[in-house]
């Protein structure tokens, strides 16, 4: 059953930029509590950008000065803007949703009961 479906990721020098999209399944859209996480090989999962529905939005340290993250209201539709790349922004990124996430806990993978595909992002140096 798909829950979201991600958008978007691609192949981009260092320096570039990409712009994600995420769309929720119809079934889900009250599951307004979103955030971003990506996984590179071997590595854990991890939060990159959540916002909450009054807007409040959390970054990680490796993000708050280069990502953008937004959310079109009418479909819960999010989006990653991601400028000035690096090679270690490769892997693959995941969005996720839930009806509710607790404050500190935005980006806590662990949080997130409902998760898309994921799309590649690779940054070549």
């Known amino acids: 059953q798909v829950q979201l479906v991600e958008s978007g990721g691609g192949s981009v020098q260092a320096g570039g930029s990409l712009r994600l999209s995420c769309v929720p399944s119809?079934?889900?859209?009250?599951?307004?509590?979103m955030a971003w996480f990506r996984q590179a090989p071997g590595k854990e999962r991890e939060g990159v950008a959540a916002?909450?529905?009054?807007?409040?939005?959390r970054y990680a340290d490796s993000a708050k000065e280069r990502f953008t993250i937004s959310k079109e209201n009418a479909k819960n539709t999010l989006y990653l803007q991601m400028d000035s790349l690096k090679p270690e922004d490769t892997g693959m990124y995941y969005c996720?949703?839930?009806?509710?996430?607790?404050?500190?806990?935005?980006?806590?993978?662990?949080?997130?009961?409902?998760w898309g595909q994921g799309t590649q992002v690779t940054v070549s140096s």
């Open positions: 996720a949703a839930d009806f509710f996430i607790r404050g500190s806990q935005e980006l806590d993978k662990n949080a997130y009961q409902y």
């Open positions: 119809q079934y889900i859209l009250r599951a307004e509590y």
């Open positions: 916002i909450r529905p009054n807007g409040v939005i």
